[in-house]
């Protein structure tokens, strides 16, 4: 803004919120957008409608849509965003959630469901380029014509990658996302507690989403499991029993745990005094204490005995790795063909590309970086 203070400077996305006072005080910006605002968008991003609309007051607030998502025309397919077959693409076919989370933003704005029918979905995905589609929808597996969608995907030959919930899958259901191309979903299970899935609004039940997800291990689909730490009625005790959980389970191979944070415009944001929890102001807006975790220390103890459960760091620091010996090191010529195996390491890894005349072969480079 200081160097170009007449340019209008426009800002939207899950930052902007009424209650996020501090960006609503910086002086960077002359209109902030909320809610879905494909609607304001021709307004906004025209110099004159963003002069016209601008004032740091308030945000501009836009009302749900109403409409499911693929109204708007798709920037891959109207060339907005290029894209290969090589490249890796999201697609959103579900905008809104049914479930009241009260850590998550989906149901800021809309908290009903709203739903590209299948075949608008298997027309859309037959027509993207990539390789690679992940699904953006907040739970891929709760929409009614899931079977019908399944069955289309078949012959897609994609790489899928989407969020689920573990409760509903079945045998016959991972059969079906593995052969519709799934290659990874991430499983929302937060804690094997009941107590806190209830107090946090996921409800549920932890054991069946355990079980979903050793369905889906069992079919060739594997399962991240997603755990939170800091959550109303969560403990260290509880976290750790989490994770000893879900290794006895077989599921413990790729485990994410994330301390909680208070995003703007979610209930545990709006609830935060009340429930004892103290947090960043500013983004990532994490916890800094909660009743069951007295200081950051207490939950980054918890996360480290955790890995030790897991048998792997879920907390790893960047760092070079520039020595031969390291496990995740690749050497490879420039013109040989790329590997079709996983990488040596998921943590971290050096791929060392060696060529006589590296600029002639870059587009193998890029292959083998890929």
Known sequence: KELRPELPIVAGGPEVWPGNRWLLEVAAFDLLVCGEAESLARRV???????????????????????????????????????????????????GCGSSCIFCSYRRSHPLPRIMPAARVLERVGRLPGNEITFLDPTFNTRPDLVELLEGLEGADRSLFAEVRGEPVDAHTAESMSRAGFVSVEVGLQSTDPEVGRLCGRGGDPAAA???????????????????????????????RSAAEVCDRG?????????LAALPGTEVRRRANGLGIRHMDRPPYLVLS???????????????????????????????????????????????PPRMEPPPSRRHGRLLVEGSDLWATRDNILSHVR
Not at 221 to 233: A, Q, T
Not at 251 to 259: E, H, I, R, Y
Not at 300 to 305: I, N, P, W
């Open 290 to 336: 909660t009743p069951g975790y007295p200081s950051v220390d207490s939950m980054a103890a918890t996360r480290e005995r955790m890995g030790d459960l897991l048998g792997y760091s879920l907390h790893v620091d960047t760092r070079p790795v520039l020595t031969d010996d390291w496990a995740g090191s690749e050497r490879v010529r420039a013109e040989d």
């Open 210 to 240: 355990m079980r979903g997800a050793a369905f889906l291990r069992e079919a060739g689909v594997v399962p991240v499991m997603d755990l939170i730490m800091g959550l109303p009625g969560d403990s260290p005790r509880k976290a750790l």
């Open 45 to 95: 991003l025209d110099p004159e409608g963003a002069r016209e609309l601008s004032g740091r007051a308030r945000p501009l607030v836009a009302g749900p849509s109403g409409a499911p998502p693929g109204r708007w025309p798709d920037p891959y397919l109207s060339g907005h965003i290029r894209a290969g077959r090589s490249d890796s693409l999201y697609l959103e076919t579900v905008r």
């Open 251 to 259: 599921l413990g191979a790729d485990v994410q745990v994330f301390p």
